[in-house]
Structures are given as structure tokens and as C-alpha cells.
């Protein structure tokens, strides 16, 4: 099992820029996470989805923040316009079952 | 509403040293608890979860962790302690969706322990 992957493991873009970060999940999992990192604010939770549907996007801080889950095996967490502010590890997770929840390597973004 | 607190920041011990994290949780019906450590530049490694059962879970590296329903805490130990065990090391409480389907995982800020040679 290749476990979550997650691409690109670094993004550095320039403000305004539009960014897209991806996510595979494990195969058969019906949960999937976003989550982002901060020295600030630690781990917070952006959004999930089971079974392709979103559940809960009140962590997604902004208008400027979507998340999408076509199918199964992909989402994509996008970023228009970025800002420096944005600048964090980006986390997805997966999950089946009464499982624990398996982590990607995340994508670091830096905004200049 | 639920939440995790690590007391600790950060935690120096020598490598064959006794280790122990604290995490207490506040949560209104039955836990479901985890432990996750990450090692710099990466992602969250699963240590142990706590669903129902045993109260004394074990984990993988070694570390076991105890769920204490009356002190609301599930602090995690190793008896001795590797140089490759530095890390962040994080709490978080799982919350039900619907009645019974694990959801949303809740994070502590995390304890950084520092081993020393």
C-alpha cells in the first residue's frame, strides 16, 4: 500500500497566485481529511469528506479556500488568491472504518 | 465542545530514561483516543488508539498509553527511551459523526521531546 500521497511536497508561489494541492488516499478509505500546520495554531482541521461529500468545511478559513472531491481516489484543495499568511504544512488524511487515520507527508507552502 | 491540552511543550530525557506524555481531553460522551508522533519534515505516524476494551493500550516503537476515564487523560509512556525517539509527539481525541461513525480528530499542540546521548 503506497499509503497517502500528496503532491507537490513543496509549493513556493507569489502572492495572488492561484495554488492547487493534491491528495490520493488510500484505496477503499471513505474519509478524507485536510488539515494544516502552524507554529501559531498547531493542527487545524479545513475540511472532510466521506464518501466523496463534504461533511464539514467550517474550518476552511476564507472564500479563497475550496476543496473538491471528484472521486474516490482524488481531491484537491485550492488557494485563489494565495497569501503570505497561507504559508503552512498542508495534511491529508484518509480513513476507513474504525481505523486510525493514515497521514500523508504533507505539502509545504510557502507564499511570497 | 472538544478539545486536547499537552501541559508539556517540551521534554528533555536521557536515552534510556523512563518517558512519560501527558494529554487530558475534554469530551462529552465515550473517547476515541490517539496518539501520533512526527518526526521533522514529515508527516503524522500513528503510535497507538484507544477505542473501547483494555484500558492500557500498546503501541507500535514500544510506547503504551493509559486511558484514565476518571482523570480524563491518556498519557503515553516508553519504559526506556531511544535517540531516535525525538520527535513531536501529539494527542487527539476522535469525535462521532451521526451517532457512532468516527469522525473528525481533534489535536493537541503537540510535546517536542529532546533526547539526549
Known amino acids: 500500500d503506497a499509503g497517502v500521497i500528496q503532491s507537490p511536497r513543496h509549493e513556493v508561489t507569489e502572492m495572488g497566485q492561484e495554488v492547487t494541492l493534491r491528495c490520493k488516499p488510500i484505496?477503499?478509505?471513505?474519509?478524507l481529511f485536510w488539515y494544516r500546520q502552524t507554529m501559531m495554531r498547531g493542527l487545524e482541521l479545513l475540511i472532510y469528506f466521506n464518501n466523496n461529500v463534504p461533511i464539514d468545511d467550517s474550518g476552511m478559513p476564507e472564500d479563497r479556500f475550496s476543496a473538491k472531491m471528484p472521486n474516490a481516489s482524488f481531491s484537491t484543495l485550492k488557494i485563489q488568491p494565495s497569501e503570505p499568511r497561507d504559508s503552512a504544512v498542508y495534511f491529508c488524511?484518509?480513513?476507513?472504518?474504525?481505523?486510525?487515520?493514515?497521514f500523508g507527508s504533507g505539502t509545504r507552502l510557502t507564499v511570497v | 465542545a472538544q478539545s486536547v491540552t499537552q501541559p508539556d511543550i517540551h521534554i528533555t530525557v536521557s536515552e534510556g530514561a523512563s518517558l512519560e506524555l501527558r494529554c487530558n481531553y475534554s469530551?462529552?460522551?465515550?473517547?476515541?483516543l490517539f496518539w501520533y508522533v512526527q518526526s521533522p519534515g514529515q508527516g503524522l505516524q500513528l503510535l497507538l488508539k484507544?477505542?473501547?476494551?483494555?484500558?492500557l493500550v500498546q503501541g507500535i516503537k514500544g510506547f503504551e498509553a493509559e486511558f484514565k476515564r476518571s482523570q480524563s487523560s491518556f498519557n503515553l509512556r516508553k519504559p526506556s527511551v531511544h535517540w531516535s525517539d525525538a520527535a513531536e509527539y501529539f494527542c487527539a481525541v476522535g469525535r462521532t459523526d451521526r451517532g457512532s461513525t468516527l469522525g473528525r480528530l481533534y489535536f493537541g499542540r503537540g510535546t517536542q521531546l529532546t533526547v539526549w546521548p
Open positions: 469530551y462529552g460522551a465515550t473517547p476515541y
Open positions: 488524511a484518509s480513513r476507513q472504518g474504525a481505523r486510525g487515520y493514515t
Open positions: 484507544y477505542f473501547s476494551g483494555d484500558t
Open positions: 484505496s477503499g478509505h471513505d474519509y
